[in-house]
């Protein structure tokens, strides 16, 4: 990947780790740790502005961001690695001899001991400066995803570099427990950084209209500015509701309930979100997922 080495890798973010017992272990969130692509300084430099997410806005910096491979393993040994043209096979004594690499006829991927694998490169919103990520994708599934995206927008002639994208984690249930499948979707962005009495002032990324709040259970593309917490009586129960107002200067009230996520509550007035699942019952907004794009502390500056 020499076409990304020019604009300084800075580590690996993963949804993976390994256990105690050196056991692969599972994440429901991205993380960052020290490997042999990524430094102590790449750790740190995540962690000072991101806390286990969920979900993240990335930024791609070529048309084609994802290289997808072919691994084959017996134990913790890699066997095989090839790139759906050649492979590279290794024996017993770590020789390696090239083969001919073909996934619709070798009997190891019918068999599913090979696995589709993937590399995804891109920059990431608010470390920008920082350099490019790479994402190594394990799960096949995943790689399809986020695939089939790219290569639907260089079919229609997308530009990939101009808009931002949220990478995120979908949990389906699996044989072991949860699976947390990556896929990316297109989103708009605004500049969060200019703001005034009377709310969020910025400019779209991708077009030049604004996004208005959805009324559906989706995601809603826009940033909103906390001006309020209050109590609210919901089913009979006692919830936070979080008053918003959204880059048209447009009063928004959500519900959290007590089974999502609670994070919000220890932000202070002023702090700007971006929510990304909401579902509506009535005219009320249920905030069932989101990021905290700026957080403002009590007596403290924003982080």
Sequence with gaps: ???????????????????QKDNPVKL?????????????????????????????????VRQQPMEIGFQRYEGKKLKCYGNGKEAREVDDKGKRRTIACNPNECPYKRQKKCKMVGRLYFIIKELEDEGV??????????????WRRIARANRIGEDLTNDWYEL?????DGVMGKNYIPDIRKIAIYDTKNTDKQGVKGTEASNN???????????????????????AKYENKE???????DTNSKIQE??????T?????KVAIGSIILPLKVSTKGNILILIDYQIAKAVLENKKAV
Excluded at 1 to 19: A, C, L, P, Q, S
Excluded at 133 to 146: A, D, F, L, M, Q
Excluded at 239 to 245: F, G, N
Aim: hydrophobic letters at 35%; aromatic letters at 14%; a positive charge.
């Design 28 to 60: 429901a969130y991205f993380d960052v740790h020290i490997d042999n692509s990524t430094s102590e300084l790449a750790v740190e430099i995540f962690n000072e502005k991101y806390n286990q997410p969920k979900s993240l806005v990335i930024k791609f």
């Design 133 to 146: 990520w790479c994402y190594p994708v394990g799960s096949e599934k995943g790689n399809r995803n986020i």
């Design 168 to 172: 995120y984690l979908r949990p389906e």
């Design 1 to 19: 990947m020499k076409e990304y080495f020019d604009n300084e890798i800075i580590g690996n973010v993963r949804t993976g780790t390994r256990g």
């Design 261 to 265: 996520k609670q994070d919000i509550l």
């Design 209 to 231: 209209k604004l996004n208005k709040p959805s009324q559906k259970k989706q995601q809603i593309n826009n940033y909103f500015k906390i001006t309020k917490f209050e109590k």
């Design 239 to 245: 919830v936070p509701k979080i008053i918003c107002i």
């Design 254 to 259: 959500f519900f959290l309930m007590p089974e």
